[in-house]
């Protein structure tokens, strides 16, 4: 069994969280999902949906499948250098990183991203990509795998 770890934040991108939860949920017998936040609580997505989170430092299972998404929360989010900590101490110890969205920025300012290829949002794309030059962007893509 394998666990798969939804990082989120307040003003996250409801499909990007919700959308591999259902492919990952769809299959319970290989995957156990928990949804974690920084101080755990209810975190709020940008439509006002309320999800109940554990705090990264309560997480009752190893993390086998970090999930990091986007959304307009990933803003404010770029300059909390606890919260990049913490996501790269949850990337390092992870079998496996994913991210939706501009969650690629948060991966990139972390350093999470050097060197690899990596692609995001078209619409926040310049934004995304100005969060680290070590990273090999790659435009066109929709999703790439590096490592």
């Not at 109940?52 to 990933?74: F, M, R, S, Y």
């Not at 909390?80 to 790269?88: A, K, P, R, V």
């Not at 496996?96 to 692609?119: F, M, N, Q």
């Amino acid at each position: 069994m394998q666990t798969l770890t939804a990082l989120v934040f307040d003003d996250f991108e409801t499909l990007d969280l919700f959308g591999p939860i259902e492919l990952f949920g769809s299959l319970p017998e290989y995957f156990h999902i928990q949804f974690a936040s920084m101080k755990g609580g209810i975190i709020h997505n940008h439509h006002g949906v309320a999800l109940q989170t554990v705090a990264i430092a309560e997480l009752a299972q190893q993390t086998n499948i970090l999930l990091v998404v986007g959304g307009k929360g990933t803003r404010p989010l770029i300059n909390n250098s606890h919260f990049l900590q913490t996501l790269t101490m949850l990337a390092d110890n992870a079998d496996w990183v994913l991210s939706v969205c501009t969650g690629s920025a948060l991966l990139a300012k972390a350093g999470i991203l050097d060197h690899k290829r990596a692609t995001s949002n078209k619409r926040a794309w310049q934004w995304v990509t100005e969060q680290s030059t070590a990273v090999h962007w790659l435009k066109q893509a929709r999703w790439v795998v590096d490592g």
